[in-house]
């Protein structure tokens, strides 16, 4: 049977048509400058469509009037929050409805008794972060990005942060969701409570799907109350092995550092070239940690005599708030600063046994050598958790076709060495050749056929994952 | 078409010597005397079937063995760890294989600086405890039954325990599994890292589904640093609605106890009349709580003040380890003395947002008046997760229909105060019926389509959660 392909306007027409009988008109974006700028996240080197019109709903009947049109006309929906992704889970693909859940950002409840806050997906996390510690809380998952995202874009990624040593990522916090379905059925999943296992947790199944299964309009989310102030050291290696011996020693000493991050020798230079903050560049590896104890000091001192232990050539714990403050925004500057290195970077994310976190660290030096990169790594180091970064001109063909190999090649040794391709940025479109390298195809076959039971028609966030 | 049914005999005959095929002889039984013996868990009122067959195989090429036997004689398969769960999750059916992971009890692997154990199904709770003790570390999940029951069975029920309260359940500390699949299939999900998240988190979907969806041969699970022993303080209330504000007040203070444990007059009273302990008769309710910190006796003051302003009429803390060992043995006897007061128990497992439990008690009060029975309550309180344990005369008919009925108005009063039917014991048989009242028709629809994915023929575990 064949027929005449209306022409690409006319589709488009119709489908606004169709979304603006259950939206308001300024919920429905089709002019192409501006549905444009909703093609993608912040990931390097991932395909990016033109979306065919872009909707930002308020309620959760919206959304569900959205998935309605989108299951019925057969139209792909790519949902999104802020975009501060790293692996092009949120790129729009040709002719998509891009479903922006920014506008839904209410707060609707803070609960100190039950420590759980309950909100829309659009709700910022720092907005979130800042609202609940005026009520004695703390909501711990604290993304390099937290000034921006959403907590519907961190339940999309499982998103980590530099809290995921002590207070581990967004996926334990996520108590309950509503969701709506692909053809707009709307789910509840978990509870309110502290505990629960009646059924299967689909709540879990829904963090990290990068919106392929569902659209989450509706989270509650666990608190815990707001720990003191953190006092953070740095600590100098003239290697990175050294360094990392010096994880390993903390960590098997009991140590429950609230903070325990690396940055090789390339990423403190950047931070001193950009931001001109006086750090030691001789060292090879700078080590922070800090502890939110009652007594900070005390456990910084011990953990300060195991670095020397490990070899440290110096070790500087803060005096105060003010100075762990500064210590920890040359950390939060590292990716910018190597941004500006070479004007374009691509950001690993393979995450290996802490114990396995030295020869990480010496393999990808390896590889920056190979293929003549500059690679900084900064390590969420008490999680195993690297950050490979390559800096690269993304003008020069020859240097960017080299970023991209090294690129997998430092996934290869993640691999090897037990660990995994992503341990929070998620898979997107970036990775999802190498998914089925690190789950095997029994995995991906039980995997594929869940994503058959939620998204039918194929239209939830194609392309992503698999 | 109609075919001859062969007599049981010789179905079961043939089933055994497809299964002796690939399975050692004692590893095999069919003497319907012992098979009988493996017929059902702890629960009460729940039917069990006649095994045709029990396996106890060693590896998993042997695990794999029987479900490709199983799926090719399409014969239901009944997994079990030390059957000492309590809503019949492990209940066999008529004509099943019942499958002992117990024999599979070996710890693979202890990693002091990974923090992980990598460990075989079978092992029991205490032993791994114990074993990781040694190594500075720390598996807190505690059920009651830790002594006798296995890891397999507490990742089939996302078993809880004491240390819920500060250190979360069972699926908090699942990082990767094995699985059997039900047509033999061998898939891994998870990892071994602190942090990732590739692909779906089919390690949180197997945690809790009851050996439904496949059968978990290995798992790698998380450790904590062993923290300081804890000391315990006793708190007498007046009423339980004072000890519950208290419960409130202690959390909505910022308080983080490694256990806050309720017993009512009725349990303080049955563990009186077994053991003799000298407990407070005269109180109401009778609060426990700990801490495991660096200074135990100052964070108990604290909590005490707070007990105290909420109406505690005494409040004893804990001289040392030895007379907090002394009041946790105390609540550890609970279950038991409550089962001596009339011979049979029925044990509830409701968990209410913990703002609800002094609701959640008065209506149990209410129930046990209306239905005429002695209805003892001990409670995980800090998580809201309450035990109503009906204590009844089995021979008595009238009796056991009245028991039966106040457990279902209990679940019922759950639900309506926002709580789950069941925070830690699992569906089973046992509550099957209340899943679906609690999870509505679109969650059991996607769970059921979710089962059919991993057992299409239907032969795992039958008969339960749906």
New interface residues.
Partial sequence: MSRIEAPRDEQTGNLADRLLSGLPAEAVLTDPDVTASYANDMASFCPAGAPAVVVLPRTVEQVRHVMRTATELRVPVVPQGARTGLSGGANATDGCIVLSLTKMDRILEI??????AVVEPGVINATLSRAVNEH?LYYPPDPSSWEMCTIGGNIG??S?GLC??KYG?T??YVLGLDVV?ADG?????G????????????T??F???EGS?GIVVGATLAL???PPEQLVLAAEFASGAAACDAV?RI??G???PSLLELMDRTTVKAVNDLAHMGLPETTEALLLAAFDT??PAADLAALGALCEAAGATQVVPADDVAESELLLQARRLSLTALEAVKGTTMIDDV?????RLGAMLEGTERIAEKYQLTIGVVA?A????THPTVCFDAADPDESRRARESFDEIMALGLEL??????????GVL?KEW?AR???P???E??R??????DPLGILNPGK?F
Same sequence: chains 1, 2.
């Fill in positions: 609960n100190p008794v039950d420590r759980i004695g990624t499982a980590g995921c040593v990522v996926a334990e379905l059925r709307l789910m509840s999943t509870r309110r409570t502290a505990k629960g296992v009646a059924g299967y947790d689909l879990r199944l963090v990290g799907s299964l815990r109350p707001q390993c960590m098997e009991g140590h429950v009652t007594d995450c290996v046994p802490r114990s969420h008490g999680d195993g958790n037990g660990g995994t391709i992503t341990g929070e940025h998620g898979v990775k998914l690190e789950i095997g029994v995995g991906v039980m995997q056929q869940i994503k058959q039971v939620f994952l």
